[in-house]
């Protein structure tokens, strides 16, 4: 079953503006990670954030998590038409990890 | 940095075949490896979990007689799909964690996509 609740489903933006995606999650965790998958493809691990971590960044991504909220966001800055693929937080309770319903993000050139 | 492969990475199989998917850790040994599938535009479900030396730990819903799973050594683990039918169409991906723990990241293959005729 899945565990997290992402929105928006889809978002549509322009290049070099802003894409902000966020995930709800139901149960107590000990870590969040943030997927990329473009269509058809593999995944591809973007950022682990740790349930003690309130704020990682890597590059243009900065992830935040709110343990109290059970949320995190995924902030992309200065997107990229090349940044277009659908992306999924991750939770890990113990050995499982469950994947949240995955935000579609299209970057306009 | 990790790479997990799966192969194939397509098949195409008529119905009531058995079709089998390999997943190997290629730089690293994965005590526990996962398997999910994906149907179109929808997020992963984690089918089963995939313990080396042991018996697989399967999802409520998945039926462990139709979605066989071996993980006969640390860089290996197989995922065949039994008597498959047209609904068993989907995109199925396996991952690893390389550090063997929960709280590792989680690396995944590229993903077989199986069409049953």
């Known amino acids: 079953s899945q565990q997290g609740e992402e929105d928006p489903q889809a978002l549509s933006i322009q290049e070099g503006e802003n894409a902000t995606m966020n995930c709800s999650y139901k149960t107590s965790i000990n870590n969040l990670q943030w997927y990329r998958q473009n269509s058809g493809r593999g995944l591809v691990h973007l950022i682990l954030?740790?349930?003690?971590?309130r704020e990682k960044h890597s590059g243009r991504l900065r992830v935040t998590l709110d343990t109290s909220k059970k949320s995190s966001s995924l902030l992309i800055t200065a997107s990229r038409a090349a940044d277009t693929a659908s992306y999924f937080c991750a939770t890990t309770i113990n050995n499982d990890m469950r994947f949240g319903a995955g935000t579609r993000l299209t970057v306009k050139p | 940095g990790a790479v997990v492969s799966q192969h194939p990475s397509w098949v195409i199989c008529k119905s009531g075949t058995s079709v089998k998917i390999e997943c190997r850790s290629l730089d690293f040994q994965a005590t526990t490896m996962f398997w999910y599938r994906q149907f179109p535009k929808q997020s992963l479900m984690l089918m089963a979990t995939?313990?080396?030396?042991?018996?697989?730990?399967?999802e409520q819903g998945v039926e462990k007689d139709k979605f066989l799973i071996n993980h006969a050594s640390l860089t290996l683990s197989t995922l065949t799909v039994t008597s498959a039918h047209p609904e068993d169409s989907s995109f199925y991906i396996c991952s690893a964690h390389r550090g063997g723990r929960a709280t590792d990241t989680q690396y995944f293959g590229p993903g077989t996509r199986l069409t049953v005729l």
């Open positions: 954030i740790r349930s003690n971590e």
């Open positions: 995939s313990n080396e030396g042991s018996k697989a730990t399967y």
